[in-house]
């Protein structure tokens, strides 16, 4: 199975942003490589619009792979946020409620994509094309 991507979800303190006027931005583009991007926390919204946020990465052969970019990648935004005194929230990875199985073809044939919860922390996954969270 693969090839895999992963999303880092995670929320500031509220009324704190990213003062990025785009609803994405690539961090990492490395030639041959996954590549990382900045999302907003709402679709068709500027980051800076939202308390809440996502790394996106991929597309990584394995799913260990993407799960390790991805702890790496908490890693430094722990660091970033223990440097900076800035409050961040990532979560456990532990899905709390969300969309029933039913729930999930029903949005997906709605929308015709794949849908996955939207759960804080790191949430990797098969590539499938454009995810809905």
Request: charged share 25%; net charge negative; proline share 8%.
């Amino acid at each position: 199975m693969g090839p895999f991507r992963f999303r880092l979800r995670f929320d500031l303190l509220p009324g704190a942003n990213f003062n990025c006027p785009t609803e994405e931005l690539e961090i990492l583009s490395p030639p041959g490589g996954p590549n990382i991007r900045l999302r907003s926390g709402a679709l068709g919204t500027p980051i800076k619009n939202h308390s809440t946020a996502s790394f996106v990465g991929g597309v990584f052969s394995t799913e260990d792979e993407a799960r390790l970019a991805a702890e790496r990648l908490r890693e430094a935004l722990i660091i970033w946020a223990v440097d900076n005194q800035f409050g961040i929230n990532l979560g456990d990875g532990k899905v709390r409620g969300g969309v029933t199985e039913a729930g999930r073809a029903f949005f997906e044939g709605q929308l015709g994509k794949p849908v996955r919860n939207d759960i804080p922390g790191i949430d990797v996954y098969p590539d499938q094309g454009q995810v809905v969270f």
